[in-house]
């Protein structure tokens, strides 16, 4: 009998993880969605795309899976949530599936892909644990815009700091870069807004590198689909600063 030779199949490595929670963001899937996997797909890196759906009610449920079926790039994985898990609770999810050495939160509505890219080699080159796309920049004239907004996410960036001893401008940005292995080694409890700090809490207690670049951000507004409400989502946020402070 002639011996049959085992093909080598060799999974291909991937660098990094990237996560898009959203819910109900029908009007930016043919747009801002679309445009971002096409910038990933023509940087030709070892990047995969994981799209989560938490359970919208729009219609994005739909075109998401249509694009689906369109299979435009190779590496995209889709999460469609029976029930609505809130962006932590999304991002916990997709983390789970991931293959990345570095998973990756962005915002498809506000931020730039290209500034996500420069985020994942920076990482990369300094090997940072966890960096941080700080919107603060003297040229950002869009952060003054919802000024209770900038003036919470401000002082609770200050808490972090004195608290933790970082030097962060700006914990509340939506492009997040972190370690895999490193957050498989944390519990994190949080489930909404106030997932992204409980995060920079305890990779700051295990004293894994913390870093920022500046990243650009265009908010779009509440008449938009702009979700996050300064007094409601900061009193959450703070209490998770200070529960991981003292737990």
């Given at each position: 009998?002639?011996?049959?030779?085992?093909?080598?199949?060799?999974?291909?490595?991937?660098?990094?993880?990237?996560?898009?929670?959203?819910?109900?963001?029908v009007n930016y899937i043919n747009t801002?969605?679309?445009?971002?996997?096409?910038?990933?797909?023509?940087?030709?890196?070892?990047?995969?795309?994981?799209?989560?759906?938490?359970?919208?009610?729009?219609?994005?449920?739909?075109?998401?899976?249509?694009?689906?079926?369109?299979?435009?790039?190779?590496?995209?994985?889709?999460?469609?949530?029976?029930?609505?898990?809130?962006?932590?609770?999304?991002?916990?999810?997709?983390?789970?599936?991931?293959?990345?050495?570095?998973?990756?939160?962005?915002?498809?509505?506000?931020?730039?892909?290209?500034?996500?890219?420069?985020?994942?080699?920076?990482?990369?080159?300094?090997?940072?644990?966890?960096?941080?796309?700080?919107?603060?920049?003297?040229?950002?004239?869009?952060?003054?815009?919802?000024?209770a907004n900038f003036y919470g996410v401000?002082?609770?960036?200050?808490?972090?700091?004195?608290?933790?001893?970082?030097?962060?401008?700006?914990?509340?940005?939506?492009?997040?870069?972190?370690?895999?292995?490193?957050?498989?080694?944390?519990?994190?409890?949080?489930?909404?807004?106030?997932?992204?700090?409980?995060?920079?809490?305890?990779?700051?207690?295990?004293?894994?590198?913390?870093?920022?670049?500046?990243?650009?951000?265009?908010?779009?507004?509440?008449?938009?689909?702009?979700?996050?409400?300064?007094?409601?989502?900061?009193?959450?946020?703070?209490?998770?600063?200070?529960?991981?402070?003292?737990?």
């Open positions: 009998m002639k011996k049959v030779k085992k093909k080598n199949i060799r999974q291909k490595y991937i660098f990094a993880s990237i996560i898009c929670p959203l819910f109900n963001e801002n969605l679309i445009k971002f996997i096409n910038v990933i797909k023509a940087s030709k890196k070892n990047y995969e795309i994981i799209i989560v759906d938490n359970n919208s009610t729009d219609g994005t449920s739909q075109k998401l899976r249509e694009l689906k079926k369109e299979n435009i790039y190779k590496n995209i994985r889709f999460i469609f949530n029976k029930n609505n898990l809130g962006k932590g609770g999304s991002v916990k999810k997709a983390c789970k599936i991931s293959k990345g050495k570095y998973c990756c939160i962005f915002d498809i509505d506000e931020y730039f892909a290209k500034d996500l890219l420069k985020g994942i080699e920076l990482a990369k080159k300094k090997s940072f644990d966890f960096l941080i796309g700080t919107r603060i920049n003297q040229k950002n004239k869009y952060l003054y815009i919802y000024k401000k002082f609770l960036t200050w808490l972090i700091n004195i608290f933790y001893g970082l030097k962060l401008s700006d914990a509340a940005a939506a492009i997040k870069i972190f370690d895999r292995k490193k957050y498989n080694s944390l519990k994190i409890n949080s489930s909404g807004f106030d997932f992204e700090f409980e995060l920079i809490c305890k990779f700051a207690k295990k004293n894994f590198l913390i870093d920022e670049f500046y990243s650009n951000y265009k908010p779009r507004s509440f008449a938009e689909g702009k979700k996050l409400i300064a007094w409601k989502d900061g009193s959450k946020i703070l209490i998770i600063i200070l529960k991981t402070l003292f737990r």
